[in-house]
């Protein structure tokens, strides 16, 4: 089975600008969960969809967000970019959208700076 | 709120050595889960164990083994037998059962860094 693919693996985008990272999870997996991982503030939840819905959301700015297709593929997007955004972005997926009941499987993530 | 603190920043060891990892949670939920998750140089996290709140079972696979703790709250993880291969940053991570379910909380992590 493949794994949670990610694209892109790295993109340099400067400070104003709009960014859409893409994610497609494992097949049959209809979770998808975005965390972002930066030096000062580690490993951060962003949000989770579960059947094109958000269902939560972690403690970010209005200017990230997100949306889930019928196909479970999901993207975020990060507008009006600020030096801060540069980070490592993970996406997970998990089988069923019960949370903890079912460990999350991470992509190799994007690697976003802004400049 | 829920708090994971994995207060080793950086262990270092040689290969054959056994290595603990320390992870402390804190969260008011009476059912959650624990996990443990490896980030190679790669970047790309992997999961290695989840354990439930009410399965206090300790767990040994392989070189690994898994010491789960309510009373003090602590979910530690043993390697033993240390290989060059296991130098990576480990995460001990939390999640609850209402409302925060879908959402991991990690702890800071720990690098650790086998040598010859």
């Known amino acids: 089975k493949a794994g949670v693919t990610q694209t892109p693996r790295y993109l340099i985008k400067t400070r104003g600008q709009q960014v859409t990272l893409s994610c497609s999870p494992i097949?049959?997996?209809?979770?998808v969960s975005w965390y972002q991982q930066t030096p000062g503030q580690g490993l951060q939840f962003l949000f989770e969809y579960f059947s094109e819905t958000q269902r939560n959301k972690g403690n970010f700015p209005g200017r990230f967000s997100g949306r889930q297709f019928s196909n479970s593929r999901s993207e975020m997007n990060v507008s009006t970019l600020e030096l801060g955004d540069s980070a490592l972005y993970l996406c997970?997926?998990?089988?069923?959208?019960?949370?903890?009941?079912?460990?999350?499987?991470f992509g190799p993530g994007t690697r976003l700076t802004v400049t | 709120a829920q708090k994971v603190t994995q207060a080793q920043t950086e262990i270092s060891v040689v290969e054959k050595e056994d290595v603990t990892l320390d992870c402390v949670y804190e969260?008011?939920?009476?059912?959650?889960?624990l996990f443990w998750y490896k980030q190679p140089p790669s970047g790309e996290l992997v999961f290695l164990i989840r354990?439930?709140?009410?399965?206090?079972q300790n767990e040994i696979s392989g070189r690994y083994s898994w010491n789960f703790q309510k009373s003090t709250s602590s979910f530690n993880f043993t390697i033993t037998a240390s290989q060059v291969v296991d130098s990576a940053v480990y995460f001990c991570?939390?999640?609850?059962?209402?409302?925060?379910?879908?959402?991991?909380?990690f702890g800071t992590g720990t690098r650790l860094q086998v040598t010859l």
């Open positions: 097949s049959g997996h209809r979770s």
């Open positions: 991570a939390l999640s609850g059962n209402t409302g925060t379910a879908s959402k991991l909380t």
């Open positions: 997970a997926s998990s089988p069923r959208g019960a949370g903890g009941l079912y460990e999350q499987y």
């Open positions: 354990r439930n709140s009410f399965d206090e």
């Open positions: 969260t008011r939920d009476t059912t959650y889960y």
